[in-house]
């Protein structure tokens, strides 16, 4: 089993910074992929970045990339999710979620097992 508690949303003007954080307990050894979801107000859960647990490879989708950064601590009990250049439409609620089964495709959100219980990121224009 693993447990994944999210933390760090909240309020924000558009262009500001914001940093999540991913707790990770139990067995974490069993993860391949650490991933980031979020889901904003009538539409689907959508990809947002993942970082291989072994490795720390990372993908991001690319309506983030360039200003989202996803690290892990070298405790590897950590994952943190540097949100820059914020804007209105990055308002949902974020999602970390682990994967410990090898198959499927890690931008896909069925691949993921384990899920935290999310947390709110407004960015107000």
């Known amino acids: 089993q693993v447990q994944l508690v999210e933390s760090g949303g909240r309020l924000v003007r558009s262009g500001g910074s914001l940093r999540l954080s991913c707790a990770a307990s139990?067995?974490?050894?069993?993860?391949?992929?650490l991933g980031w979801f979020r889901q904003a107000p009538g539409k689907e859960r959508e990809f947002v970045a993942h970082?291989?647990?072994?490795?720390?490879?990372?993908d991001y989708a690319d309506s983030v990339k360039g200003r989202f950064t996803v690290s892990m601590v070298d405790a590897k009990n950590a994952v943190y999710l540097r949100m820059d250049s914020l804007e209105p439409e990055d308002t949902a609620v974020y999602y970390c979620a682990a994967k410990t089964q090898s198959g499927g495709v890690a931008y896909i959100f069925t691949s993921y097992n384990y899920w935290g219980q999310g947390t709110q990121v407004t960015v107000s224009s």
């Open positions: 139990g067995d974490t050894f069993s993860i391949y992929t």
């Open positions: 970082i291989n647990w072994r490795s720390g490879v990372t």
